[in-house]
């Protein structure tokens, strides 16, 4: 039986590299645009579901009801949080962090998790994946410790591309205060923030499905959203290396499973 997975991004452009692929014509299903692909011996369902942590859920549950995915993938952009990487960089999820909720009450509800780690077996696809492609890796915020509390959310200097495996944090909020993002940093360890990761985590931890998120690095924390207008080619870009990150994460799940 052909292995299924599926890959949920918020926007066209972050999912544009598997709808590229050879195979039927999209569809749409309540807001949610999906199609299918067939990716080395692999069935893969993507879709991109919206903005925000309800479009994430919504989209998830979809994916998983529809077509009970045997993995489930997030990939897309986000803003740096992590002094040591910046724009075209990549953060593996580890661990997906809830910002606007007590996820202490939260977690009193199934699957009663406060946070929601990805999948090893996932990460670790993902980091050979990085590595092949000649990506550096560097320490995770909480790997830095103390020392990161003051520095930079990101660097700006040019650089030969990295990634890190560490956390990413949802929020549905585009973050920029610096009081909000030193928090945001000090209190989760967060290496960057975005606004859909964490609801698909969680929709994915409460079927038992296997979940990885990954996000390419489009801005550093605490640019205001509208510095990014006039930028859509570097966006599209960046947006494009998480889904190609994902589509090599799925080229390698075959032979994960016979070994």
Known sequence: MMHTVAVLSALQKESLAF????????LRH???EYAEREVSGVRVVAANGGMGTINSAASAQFLIDRF?????????IAGSLNPRIGQGD?????????????????????????SFPSDEGLVSLAQAELESRGFERVP???????????AAYGTLEQHEPRFV????????????????LRKVRSRYAADCEEMEGVAAAQVAARAGIPFLAVRSISNVCGEA??????????????????????????????AQRQG
């Open 140 to 150: 995770s915020v909480e790997q830095m410790g103390g020392e990161v509390l003051d």
């Open 225 to 254: 959203y509208e510095e990014l207008d006039g930028r859509d080619d570097d966006l599209a870009t960046t947006a494009r290396l998480a889904a190609q990150v994902a589509l090599g994460v799925i080229r390698r799940m075959p």
């Open 165 to 180: 495996t560490g956390a990413i944090a949802t929020s549905d909020l585009f973050s920029t205060e610096p009081d909000v």
């Open 68 to 76: 009970g995915p045997d993995a489930l993938l997030f990939c897309g």
């Open 30 to 32: 309540c807001g949610v």
């Open 19 to 26: 709808f590229e692929l050879p195979g039927e014509k999209s």
């Open 90 to 114: 990549v953060v593996v999820g580890a661990r997906l962090e809830c910002l606007d909720s007590d996820m202490q009450i939260i977690a009193e509800s199934e699957p009663n998790l406060t």
